[in-house]
């Protein structure tokens, strides 16, 4: 059973940093490239940012230059620190994970709520 749990949500003022995790399991994570998407109230879920398997990373436009994605291979982990936070960027965060070959295989996960404001 594939599971994709994201943690590090939460309620920060604007200008400040949050840590996402996405913990994966029942998966052979490293085959997998993996991603942040966002999707805010009233909005289409957007691609915030990808690391493929082979740690290839690409961003939107909106993020570049605020954002990082990195990935722990041991640790069946993707992360996204984001610094510098607007509001616009309040919104729930899925992670995702896609086969590299077989792309049908794709996963979410749940979500987890970023709120930006004073």
């Known amino acids: 059973q594939v599971q994709l749990v994201e943690s590090g949500g939460g309620l920060v003022q604007p200008g400040g940093s949050l840590r996402l995790s996405c913990a994966a399991s029942?998966?052979?994570?490293?085959?997998?490239?993996m991603a942040w998407y966002r999707q805010a109230p009233g909005k289409q879920r957007e691609l915030v940012a990808v690391i493929t398997s082979a740690g290839s990373t690409n961003y939107a436009d909106s993020v570049k230059g605020r954002f990082t994605i990195s990935r722990d291979n041991a640790e069946n982990t993707v992360y996204l620190q984001m610094n510098s936070l607007k509001p616009e960027d309040a919104a729930i965060y899925h992670c995702?994970?896609?086969?590299?070959?077989?792309?049908?295989?794709?996963?979410w996960g749940q979500g987890t709520q970023v709120t930006v404001s004073s």
């Open positions: 029942g998966i052979i994570f490293s085959f997998y490239n």
């Open positions: 995702n994970a896609r086969n590299r070959d077989y792309l049908d295989y794709n996963y």
